[in-house]
């Protein structure tokens, strides 16, 4: 299985930048798309930004213009730069990654790391 594991969460004040980095391990053969996604306090867990293997990216609207996705597909990393973060960018950021297995898809989540926009 993919082991995910995130780094570069923490407090940063509103205007600020933080990179987010992630890390897949162990059974990394036909990895497809990988992401991040988000959950705030009761809320549900949403798409913050995708890249599939041939690097075609996806944002959601909330973050067009300030999140960078990226990848590195020689090291399996993905990372996310945001900036111009905002308070309502709080949450707990997780990576995900797709691993194709024959007819099927399987999904991959890394333990999250939490960022705090605020003064």
């Known amino acids: 299985q993919v082991q995910l594991v995130e780094s570069g969460g923490g407090l940063v004040q509103p205007g600020g930048s933080l990179r987010l980095s992630c890390a897949a391990s162990r059974s990394v053969f036909r990895i497809t798309a990988m992401g991040w996604y988000r959950q705030a306090p009761g809320e549900e867990r949403e798409l913050v930004a995708t890249?599939?293997?041939?690097?075609?990216?996806n944002y959601a609207d909330s973050v067009k213009g300030r999140f960078t996705i990226s990848r590195d597909y020689a090291k399996n990393t993905v990372d996310l730069q945001m900036n111009s973060l905002k308070p309502e960018d709080t949450a707990v950021y997780y990576c995900k990654a797709n691993q194709l297995r024959g007819l099927y898809e399987y999904d991959y989540w890394g333990q999250g790391t939490q960022v705090t926009v605020s003064s």
């Open positions: 890249i599939t293997s041939s690097g075609y990216t």
